[in-house]
């Protein structure tokens, strides 16, 4: 039986689960026959393609556009105008930026310059490596940081250990030489007559090989995971780090309008929380792989691991004004981004009447000057010294076939099918039903309330992709806080960071599967360190949101942008019950 099914029902198991699942819940909307009901058939099948990819991810996230429609919970124009809100105009241009800083290796010498600046013993080459690759992912993609930091890491390791084995064999010979004297060395047979004692000696230096082999290797581990730490950590640092970030952004937007969410005030909320969890990642690779006892120092070693790195970047050569306009660039936009609504002073966007500024326009603004500033002007004073001859036309900042070939469009529709269902569940009245549903919690402390959301967040981000966990998960937080009278906030902002914690599996995010398989390790190390770094870093960010997210966000308040929603929804349900009221006295006057 076993035989049959491994043979010929396992290769399988995505078609038997695309066909399946929906005719196993039908009978949710036909017996139910709500709008309510059939909105959460629809979030039921997309949750399990998503945990499960049965299809691929994006191509689940278009469901919308075919279920919400025939439904009739939306239109067929308001479900397709989902996938390209602000949001996602915002996550395009911060990607084509980021790919910018790739295209003109801008972050590589970023990693080597920071690596400069830190010592070669392994502990304070994780705290480069960690600073490097959590900053870098704050900005660009985690899996092309962690993809950039791999090879470096394989680089400086072994220049690290590069003549460990050399010296091995060498003292093995000499202990070999001292142990046979010269008449021995001259007669074979003397090989068959070595006493225990030599034995011994043999063994215990084999041992010793074994163990010195086996901490080097648990180095090299502890300095791959600490790359995949900070890469998911690091990501969480600002509003386009991550695409769980942007579905926040983008479902509290639409959900409630204007709020204290902006890039400056998450960027303010997080950053310590980055920090704190870092250093927690820190403690814990080295308790785990490398110890706190301080190994004899190799200052010849160190010096040769700093030499191997000043070549690395000596081998970029002198920046170019390729790569400092990109740089300047990636400023300004930063800038923008930050000043455009900070909320302790007017930001620039006040200043635009008769319209709403939002981040999507900034970042555009940047894109256009990629497109249109030249890579290597040729012209008036920047012409390089000693060119004749007429000009030369230069290729811009940016080429779009490097972007189109690299853009990541899959999670634009993920990310599009997140703000889809968030529509579907106001639009169907599912989100006030499940509100209602939920007002149980209240009898529980809010910060209980949020650390239970938390790890129910971070067992689901183990398996299933982090921007569908949002996605689910974030509507749905939504109306909940608000009928429990919580600051939505309060719920929503922890939840959404904690979609990046997965520390635990290789398939859990990119990062954890490229240092997988670059370091070779065991799946139960990965298990053994990631649920650790899994449970800290959830208290980490519960305990923020508890004492400095009240000072950002005010989230130990009910806000009035949220009191607005409830007053709409009271108002909606009280207009309902008079139609239905004069309704009934109509008819019992026809009936009389």
Known sequence: MLKFLRNHIFP?????IVVTVPLLLLPL??????????????ILIMAIYWMTEALPLPITSLIPVVAFPLFGILDTGDVCMAYMKETNMMFIGGLILALGIE????HKRVALAVLLLVGAKPRWLMVGFMGTTAFLSMWISNTATTAMMVPIVEAVVAELYKDEDDKSVGSSHITVAISNDSIQE???DSLSIKDNSEKNSSTSSQAAKDTEKERRRKVRVGVMMCIAYASNIGGTGSLIGSSPQLALKGIVQETFG?????????MAFNIPGVIINLFFAWLWI?????GFKGQSSDQDREKEVKKMIRRKFRDLGPMTFHEGAVLLLFIVCVMLWFFRDPGFVPGWAHFIEDAHVDDATAVMIIVLFLF???AKPSFWCLRPKGETGPEKPSPALLDWKYVQDRLPWGIVLLLGGGFALSDATQASGLSDWIGQQLIVLKVLPPFVIMLIICIITATITEIASNTATANILLPILADTAVSIGVNPLYLMVPATVTCSYAFMLPVATPPN?????AAKMNPVEMMKSGWFMNLVCVIVICVLMETWGSVIFNSNEFPAWANTTLTDKNENQCNITELLSTTMSDVSIWGN
């Open 103 to 106: 295209f003109c290796n801008l």
């Open 186 to 188: 001259l007669v074979p």
């Open 286 to 290: 080295q308790f785990l792989f490398i």
């Open 513 to 517: 599967a490229i240092v997988f398989s």
């Open 258 to 266: 204007s709020t204290e969410l902006n890039f400056a005030s998450w």
């Open 29 to 42: 909307p036909i017996i139910a026959g709500t709008k309510e009901a059939s909105c959460g058939y629809t």
């Open 372 to 374: 249109s500033i030249p």
């Open 12 to 16: 399988y198991w995505r078609s038997i």
